[in-house]
């Protein structure tokens, strides 16, 4: 079948996770700074077999752009040029961030590992996958 990757995209890191080769469980991949996002995926999708980005899209309570929107759909737009076979999904993120957070307080994760930003962005990313994988068709 192939994996879905997800991507929560941010200004400094961007959290990713991937699905198993089923598309049954997402776990988070890793996080890698911004400036390599693109590498780093050109890297990876050599050696593994991705039939979906699921990107975090951002917007606001009321459905307004936020300040982040713009670099996502850059970001949207360098992967359509860049990986033209693969299909790109979007999925709303808001309180992802709040959620990650209550999942690591839930999973026992100590305080001075929860202030580990990359770490939450990635459990965002797992988050923002398996919220597409339970709702899609």
């Known amino acids: 079948m192939g994996r879905l990757l997800a991507i929560d995209?941010?200004?400094?890191?961007v959290g990713?996770?991937?699905s198993d080769?089923?598309?049954?469980?997402?776990?988070?991949?890793?996080?890698?700074k911004t400036d390599?996002?693109?590498d780093f995926l050109k890297e990876y999708t050599s050696q593994e077999k991705?039939?979906?980005?699921?990107?975090?899209?951002?917007?606001?309570?009321d459905d307004t752009p936020t300040d982040l929107t713009q670099a996502v759909e850059k970001l949207i737009q360098q992967l359509h040029k860049l990986f033209p076979d693969i299909p790109i999904h979007q999925v709303d993120e808001r309180f992802t961030s709040k959620?990650?957070?209550q999942s690591l307080?839930?999973?026992?994760?100590?305080?001075k590992a929860r202030r580990n930003k990359?770490?939450?962005d990635e459990v965002s990313a797992t988050l923002i996958l398996q919220d597409f994988m339970y709702n899609r068709d």
């Open 21 to 32: 080769s089923l598309q049954i469980i997402a776990n988070g991949l890793t996080t890698v």
């Open 36 to 38: 390599t996002l693109l």
């Open 105 to 111: 307080i839930q999973s026992g994760v100590k305080k």
């Open 50 to 61: 991705v039939v979906g980005f699921v990107v975090g899209y951002p917007t606001n309570l």
């Open 118 to 120: 990359a770490l939450l």
């Open 9 to 13: 995209y941010g200004l400094k890191r």
């Open 99 to 101: 959620m990650a957070m």
């Open 16 to 18: 990713l996770a991937v």
